[in-house]
T-cell receptor, first 111, second 112 residues
């Protein structure tokens, strides 16, 4: 059965710190890995990673995929209180294109 | 078209009642998905349509659940004889051949 595991499940840091969130996966028909940010409602898209070793960046956020290790990391530098959210990692299945999600990392940024 | 729209936003129902949720996808997206998210968990896949055809259903989708997508546009998800364990956020998403996977804001169901 396809599986995505995120760590840590919960993280509390101070504003200005840098954080690294981890995602590992076991998926039969891998197409891409996606990161989402979820506050109170629907997940909002952050990154889609298909190729190994190529870093994607958006402002203070960056992410990279390692297909050999079946894992990805999401980095957030100079964290702000607005970064507090649940960060979800998901793998896109090649066939149906359904997403298999991890359980999420709850990130809390304290001022 | 501003995105995926779901109605209602919240639904409180008594155990044993039937409920129906609606999802309006992004108009040019031919794929539509339903997910369920419980507290502290990531969303779990329920079912998937390509146009009007329901192509895959998760084992999570018991006989009390049914989804339709008549004419390949909006979709409905019905839960019959609701149970307290059905309480969750029901998320709809749509996508196209070139990806563009977009989620709606969800319907939060509370069964009392």
């Amino acid at each position: 059965e396809d599986k995505v595991v995120q760590s840590p499940l919960s993280l509390v840091v101070h504003e200005g710190d840098t954080v690294t969130l981890n995602c590992s996966y076991e998926v039969t028909n891998f197409r891409s890995l996606l990161w989402y940010k979820q506050e109170k409602k629907a997940p909002t898209f952050l990154f889609m990673l298909t190729s190994s070793g190529i870093e994607k960046k958006s402002g203070r956020l960056s992410s990279i995929l390692d297909k050999k290790e079946l894992s990805s990391i999401l980095n957030i530098t100079a964290t702000q209180t607005g970064d507090s959210a649940i960060y979800l990692c998901a793998v896109l299945d090649q066939g149906a294109q359904k997403l298999v999600f991890g359980q999420g990392t709850r990130l809390t940024i304290n001022p | 078209d501003t995105g995926v729209s779901q109605n209602p936003r919240h639904k409180i129902t008594k155990r044993g009642q039937n409920v129906t949720f609606r999802c309006d996808p992004i108009s040019e997206h031919n794929r539509l998905y339903w997910y369920r998210q419980t507290l502290g968990q990531g969303p779990e896949f329920l079912t998937y349509f390509q146009n009007e055809a329901q192509l895959e259903k998760s084992r999570l989708l018991s006989d009390r659940f049914s989804a339709e997508r008549p004419k390949g546009s909006f979709s409905t998800l019905e839960i019959q004889r609701t149970e307290q364990g059905d309480s969750a956020m029901y998320l709809c998403a749509s996508s196209s051949q070139n990806f563009g996977y977009t989620f709606g804001s969800g319907t939060r169901l509370t069964v009392v």
